[in-house]
């Protein structure tokens, strides 16, 4: 489907869905297809647009110029001249924006009904919460409006919504996509996020919006190191029966499928307490970091209280009672629970939880709005004020309420995340971290002794390959026996495999290669060149009419 086909569809879809509740401002129909055809005209010019037949949707607490930003309080609002840099990340890539969507206001919220734009119910089931604080959003995509859309997350609000619609939420480590052009909530702990139908949508937006920007001081890069696959026999941590007293009993039985689920993609699951993660999650609505609430909206609420919600303005105004020690102290308990929890995962590659452990009705909301909205964020306000990503993923539902599954690991193991949730529903893994490519045709392909050294460091396989007809291969008297490939007048193709490693694993792997094996460029039979094992001169018996290691070892 070409971008305008697209945009026209989502306008008709907006239509039939007759959810006006979504939006805060649809933009104009006229204006997102003259910006499609923009994007069509750079398509067929030959600009590589991986985004481009895609249309999104960005909540309203996030810049997109010429659009009014309101944060859910119209008192608030102004329109930006610019994008906030992740969207304009988004719209570079070829990527339509249809609007702004509505949200709790200021992101303060997980239950989607805090808005004076009014409460925006679940897409299945308009009786039930959406989930908040990205709702508008969250259902946006469930609805198939939007192709993917942008969340922001504090405390759960690019997770829980996921769960309870149906759809996949991915949070990345906090700063490895910025946050200038984004109203702020708690700054030290905001990230944006992404809602989409698949994983590999999600990912794709994610590793587009991914990259330091001048405009925001606590914007990270990946580190050099940062792992680009789970291994083969990951172990994840589970919660205790006696951690799963918030879960709602009729969503028991999907929590236990989709641990069967992970369990028979080959992931070792082990129980363990995670009691001390969840009490540190209470430091966010129940600490001293309130100030940074009220830091960033409070003033605003304070000088236009009938624009408040009245919620919103109760939390914010709870900053008050603490002082700035109470702020230093529970910044120094913040820090203790950080070490205790890395104490607590050492061991695992991912902690698996529920992402929510009900899905309420608007009206139960309504009746108890700081209870229900606390125990929706049981299993996620913790994630980002210990510096984890995490990755939530549907996992079924009971009647009409939703329920989904998170997948959360250390800062930068975001690629793991992925991993794991796509092997446990069988579909193809995204790759979002930085990579460099390894050519290996010896020891260390899938199987062989050394192949270890690879996985071991964190490496991803990335398929077959095969050198240009240049190449002759020789056994080295190793133990294990190992091949020298050799360039030459006269040689063959030679088949191997492509590896991907993060520039520190690749460093690691040079320096502990043993004489004569050195790394270098190899010419591939596509013609394209790739980093892999090369030698300047033969050295032992010549076996390239074997055609190939493995035909060799298995001969």
């Known amino acids: 489907m070409n971008t305008a086909a697209r945009v026209e569809a989502a306008y008709a879809r907006i239509a039939e869905a007759d959810r006006p509740e979504v939006w805060i401002t649809l933009r104009d129909k006229a204006d997102a297809l003259a910006e499609a055809a923009r994007v069509q005209a750079r398509a067929d010019a030959g600009e590589d647009l991986p985004l481009a037949g895609t249309v999104f949707a960005a909540k309203d607490n996030v810049d997109v110029a010429g659009l009014p930003t309101t944060a859910a309080c119209p008192s608030f609002a102004y329109t930006p001249d610019r994008d906030a840099t992740a969207v304009a990340r988004l719209r570079a890539a070829g990527a339509v924006c249809l609007g702004k969507t509505n949200l709790d206001q200021f992101a303060t919220g997980l239950v989607g009904t805090r ?5 925006v119910r679940a897409a299945a089931d308009p ?3 959406s989930g908040g604080s990205s709702s508008g959003s969250a259902v946006a995509v469930a609805l198939g409006i939007a192709d993917f859309a942008l969340g922001t997350d504090t405390a759960g609000s690019g997770r829980v919504p996921a769960a309870l619609n149906g759809i996949v939420g991915v949070k990345a480590s906090l700063g490895l996509v910025p946050v200038d052009g984004v109203v702020p909530a708690c700054p030290s702990y905001d990230c ?6 698949d994983l590999a949508l999600a990912a794709e937006a994610i590793r587009i919006m991914t990259g330091p920007s001048a405009l925001d001081p606590a914007s990270r890069a990946w580190p050099a190191d940062a792992p680009l696959a789970a291994p083969a026999a990951a172990r994840a941590a589970i919660p205790l029966d006696a951690n799963l007293t918030a879960l709602d009993p009729e969503l028991r ?3 236990d499928a989709a641990l069967a689920s992970f369990a028979a993609a080959g992931v070792d699951l082990v129980p363990i307490d995670v009691q001390p993660l969840l009490d540190a999650a209470l430091l966010l609505y129940e600490g001293a970091l309130l100030a940074e609430r009220a830091a960033a909206f409070g003033a605003h609420i304070d000088a236009w209280p009938a624009d408040a919600d009245p919620t919103v303005a109760e939390i914010v105004r709870g900053a008050a009672k603490f002082s700035g020690a109470d702020l ?3 910044q120094q308990r913040l820090r203790a629970a950080r070490l205790q929890a890395a104490a607590i995962l050492t061991g695992f590659d991912a902690l698996l939880l529920p992402t929510a452990p009900l899905h309420p009705t608007i009206a139960e909301v309504q009746a108890d709005p700081i209870a229900v909205n606390a125990a929706m964020g049981t299993y996620t306000n913790f994630v980002n004020l210990l510096d984890m990503a995490a990755v939530a993923v549907p996992s079924g539902t009971a009647g009409t309420k939703g329920f989904g599954t998170s997948v959360i690991v250390p800062a930068f193991h975001d690629q793991v995340a992925l991993d794991l949730a796509a092997r446990a529903a069988a ?3 995204p790759l979002v971290a930085p990579a460099a490519d390894l050519v290996v045709f010896g020891a260390h392909l899938t ?8 996985t071991d460091l964190g490496a991803r396989y990335a398929g077959e390959v095969a050198t240009a007809p240049a190449y002759r291969m020789y056994e080295l008297p190793t133990a294990p026996p190992k091949p020298l490939v050799v360039r030459t007048g006269d040689g063959a193709s030679l088949p191997g495999e492509r590896w991907l490693l993060s520039p520190a ?3 690691a792997f040079l320096a502990a290669l043993p004489a004569p094996m050195s790394l270098g460029k190899v010419e591939l039979a596509d013609g394209a060149w790739a980093t892999g094992f090369v030698a300047a001169a033969p050295a032992g018996p010549d076996i390239t009419g074997a055609g190939g290691w493995r035909a060799h070892r298995s001969g």
Do not use: C, K
Request: hydrophobic share 45%.
């Open 192 to 197: 944006l996020t992404v809602f989409a139908p």
């Open 427 to 429: 579909v193809p893994a």
């Open 127 to 129: 009786e039930r919460i």
């Open 328 to 330: 230093v102290a529970d």
């Open 115 to 119: 808005s004076p734009y009014g409460p």
């Open 447 to 454: 199987g062989m002794p050394l192949n270890h050294q690879l």
């Open 505 to 507: 694993a690749l460093g």
């Open 253 to 255: 039985p999907l929590w």
